[in-house]
C-alpha cells in the first residue's frame, strides 16, 4: 500500500508519526536505525515544505502500527525519559501518568 492511500484512511483528529526505516525492539525516537519524518495531527499535515518533502515521493507503507505511549507526568523533577512531544498536552491524564496514541506509519 502506498503512503497516500494509507493516509486517506486516517482521520484529520488522530496522531500520526511516518517514520523511515524499521519497527524495531526501542521506540522509534531512541532507535538509531528510523528517522521520524513526521508527527502531529493527520489533518496538519501538508505537502508544502521540504521537511514533507518524501509525500511527494509517495513512497510503499512497509508497517503500520497503533502506538500508544505512558510516561510519567511529573518526568522531569524526576529525572525519567520524556514523552516525544513533551510540549504537547496529552489527551488523557491519570493521577501519576499521561498516555497519549499514535498511528506508527513505517516507510522505506
Not at 500500500?1 to 521506540?27: A, C, F
Not at 518524501?54 to 497503533?66: G, K, N, S, W
Not at 488523557?92 to 499521561?98: G, L, N
Request: net charge negative; charged share 30%; hydrophobic share 35%.
Amino acid at each position: 500500500m502506498k503512503l497516500s492511500e494509507q493516509l486517506k484512511v486516517i482521520v484529520p483528529t488522530d496522531r500520526i508519526r511516518i517514520i523511515q526505516g524499521k519497527r524495531g525492539n526501542r521506540d522509534p525516537e531512541y532507535d538509531p536505525g528510523n528517522k521520524i519524518l513526521y508527527c502531529g495531527w493527520m489533518g496538519q499535515l501538508q505537502h508544502t515544505d521540504a521537511e514533507t518533502e518524501f509525500l511527494t515521493r509517495d513512497p510503499e507503507v512497509v508497517r503500520m502500527v497503533a502506538h500508544m505511549e505512558i510516561r510519567h507526568k511529573e518526568f522531569r523533577e524526576r529525572g525519567l525519559m520524556p514523552p516525544y512531544e513533551p510540549e504537547v498536552t496529552r489527551m488523557y491524564e491519570f493521577k501519576d501518568m499521561t498516555i497519549f496514541l499514535y498511528y506508527d506509519i513505517y516507510i522505506q
